[in-house]
């Protein structure tokens, strides 16, 4: 517009100039008008934007308050406390009874357990836990004492002869563990 004003001034129209100048005014005003109008309804749409916001989360609140009243109304407090008291008291009868019951299956134990010496349960134990983890007792134990003698019972087992290669089933055994012991010597 500023380019047809100019050429109309050139031209030496200057009635025609001043129209298009004061068209140029009011299209500057209507776009400035557009821009302010455009602002404000950005500022209506955000504002919408905020009270639908506002009404959805009031609307959740709404919902959320009715399920916690629900739930209060239906949660009665002496039934509960009722329910943890005979929780508590049928946990403490059950409590009585495995100790009842351990008791009795401890004495039961017992008697089988006075049957056997205390070595011979040792010796059980011990040999359970070496086959467990594949330990031979035999091979791993041979140089171990298996008691100990005060200096009187080795004087009056080192007076005693003792035949080599007997024919009894103690002297087989430590024959085969003397043959044992002098392969792994070699």
């Known amino acids: 517009m500023i380019g047809e004003i100019k050429k109309s001034a050139k031209l030496g129209q200057l009635a025609s100039a001043k129209i298009q ?6 299209t500057k005003s209507y776009i400035n008008k557009f821009n302010s109008m455009k602002a404000q309804l950005q500022a ?29 109304k239906s ?5 509960l406390s009722r329910i943890a008291q005979e929780f508590s008291k049928e946990n403490d009868l059950m409590d009585q009874k ?6 009795a299956i401890d004495d039961a134990m017992a008697m089988d357990e006075d049957e056997l010496g205390e070595d011979e349960q040792i010796d059980e134990i011990l040999s359970k836990v070496l086959d467990e983890i594949g330990v031979d007792m035999n091979t791993n134990l041979k140089d171990t004492p298996s008691g100990i003698h005060t200096n009187e019972e080795k004087v009056a087992n080192s007076r005693v002869a003792q035949a080599v290669g007997g024919s009894g089933p103690a002297n087989s055994e430590e ?11 070699k």
């Open 75 to 79: 949660m009665n407090l002496p039934q």
């Open 21 to 26: 100048a004061k068209d140029l005014i009011r």
């Open 44 to 72: 209506i749409s955000l504002r919408i934007q905020s009270v639908r916001s506002n009404q959805q989360m009031a609307t959740s609140m709404r919902d959320a308050t009715r399920v916690l009243s629900g739930m209060n």
């Open 98 to 103: 495995q100790e009842f019951m351990d008791d």
């Open 175 to 185: 024959d085969d563990l003397q043959a044992r012991l002098d392969s792994l010597k």
